[in-house]
């Protein structure tokens, strides 16, 4: 196969366990700042006490491998119990709290969630979700006695005698499917582990000096990630519950960040903010960016303005997050490689293949596959999809690319038509299938057209039945009221006819072709 060269790094470590991780670090540092704004921070040795004690109630309560959820925006609290719940020997499902009620009451019975930890913002769209199933349910942000601080300082702060292994699955993180039904992607201990060793070394390593800020939600692998590498190196971690671009700014500047990872459309609005003129990051050293196409003039007045250097990853849930990098080196003015995602991470094998299976040369354009110990253990309790995604080994990605004669892969085009807004993955049939629920539409759409702030955005295209009026403002409270707000077309277009071929599957290159033309980079 025409894989990229990299060199494999052993995966031999002291730490083959998520919780070594905190174990390790409250040792060697437990005075050091660890979660929190400079002034209120808990060092690691008061964390890793709260993760006792949060461990020692899911054990009181459960058993090995319970599904606990976790519904809620980014806190001190969430960290806590995603740690807690791996000393637990049990699973954290983060659970994208933007979901509607049928959404989320799919993933809560698909994964048998024995517990459910939810913000009081989404204790009613849980509790509809739940529909009167008798599982526990702590508020997260509850002062009184019923709620997580009241629940988790109730219990012993004693080591918890825990038996585990590396196979052992840690996080069951929920990713549309092409059908449009949500999968359980199962990361285990090692594949956590082995992106952790990947991504911690120059230039992407840290130590107890470095501050992170985290504004990327927890229910995705980007926002688990900082929280990751802050156990592991020592790092402070500053969470943001959601992204305010004004706030971000203030935030990166007062509290001395060095290291953040973004959306490209967050650094756009970054820039933009009013507070970026009297508040600019002077500590920052480094921004990692991902998960949708950049502009290269965003690109460059960003390294300009903020005087840091820029890498960029590329991944997926089922690859326990990065795969490649684009070093600060590539990014260098007058390189050549911005428009490249950068090159497999040591360890890691990516080729590229064609639709048969067989390896493709260098420059030929082909499905993007992925092999390393980063790769999921497949999807709960759907044992075909798994076949079909997870092959000798290699992870089909469903992104179409090329690598070049170094090894940079370029990203093309999108083979299973994901479309990545905002850093939101959004499946067209997914949206179409609930824009055909609306009995004055015929047949549906959609693709994902060119957005210069969420770098793409949702477009249905509609056919009305025959005899029926429909206006914009009717269909989006259609799709508001039954899936996710981002999954909701931004734009619609009413035509005559969905193009299609003979076996009935549409055309959606033919549809997005005029929208996409002229740009090199049709995907993230």
Partial sequence: ????????????????????????????????????????????????????????????????????????RN?????????????????????????????????????????????????????????????PLIVLDEAGAKGFAAWRDRQPDTPVERSGSAKDVVLQMYTSGTTGLPKGVMLTNAS????????????????????????????????????????????????????????????????????????????????????????????????VYGGSPIAESVLREARERMGCAFAQCYGLTETTGPVTLLTPEDHAPGAQRLLSCGRA????????????????????????????????????????ATKQTIRAGWLKTGDAGYLDDEGYLFIRDRVKDMIVSGGE???????????????AIADAAVIGVPDPRWGEAVLAMIVPAFGHALTTDEVTTFCRDRIAGYKCPREFRFIDMVPRNAAGKILRRELRAPFWEGRERQVG
């Fill in 75 to 135: 806190s001190a609290e969430q960290v806590e119990l995603l740690l807690g719940i791996a000393r637990a020997g049990q699973v954290a499902l983060p659970v994208n709290w933007r979901l509607a009620a049928p959404e989320i009451r799919y993933i809560l019975s698909h994964s048998r969630a024995t517990r459910v930890f939810v913000d009081r913002e989404f204790a009613g769209i849980v509790a509809q979700a739940m529909e009167g199933r008798p599982v």
């Fill in 425 to 439: 993955n959004v499946y067209p049939v997914e949206v179409e299938n609930t824009l055909l629920d609306h009995p």
């Fill in 192 to 287: 956590v582990m082995a992106s952790i060793a990947l991504f911690s070394r120059p230039p992407l390593d840290l130590d107890t000096s470095d501050v992170i800020y985290a504004p990327a939600p927890m229910f995705h692998i980007t926002g688990i990630g900082p929280v990751l590498r802050s156990v592991q190196s020592g790092a402070r971690l500053v969470l943001a519950s959601q992204f305010v671009p004004d706030e971000a700014v203030r935030v990166i500047a007062r509290e001395g960040v060095t290291y953040t990872t973004l959306a490209p459309a967050m650094i756009q609005a970054c820039l933009a903010a009013p507070s970026f003129r009297d508040a600019a990051p002077t500590a920052l050293r480094m921004i």
């Fill in 345 to 384: 991470a040591d360890g890691i094998e990516i080729a590229v293949i064609d639709a048969d299976g067989a390896p493709l040369p260098a420059g030929e354009t082909g499905e993007i596959v992925v092999r390393g110990d980063i790769v999921m253990s497949g999807y709960a309790d759907d044992p075909e």
């Fill in 1 to 72: 196969m025409n894989t990229s060269a990299t060199d494999t790094v052993s995966r031999e470590s002291e730490s083959h366990l998520l919780d070594d991780l905190l174990r390790r670090i409250a040792a060697r540092h437990p005075h050091a700042p660890a979660l929190g704004e400079r002034d209120t921070a808990i060092d690691f040795a008061t964390l890793d006490g709260r993760v006792h004690r949060v461990a020692n109630g899911l054990v009181a309560s459960g058993s090995a491998g319970d599904r606990i959820a976790i519904v809620g």
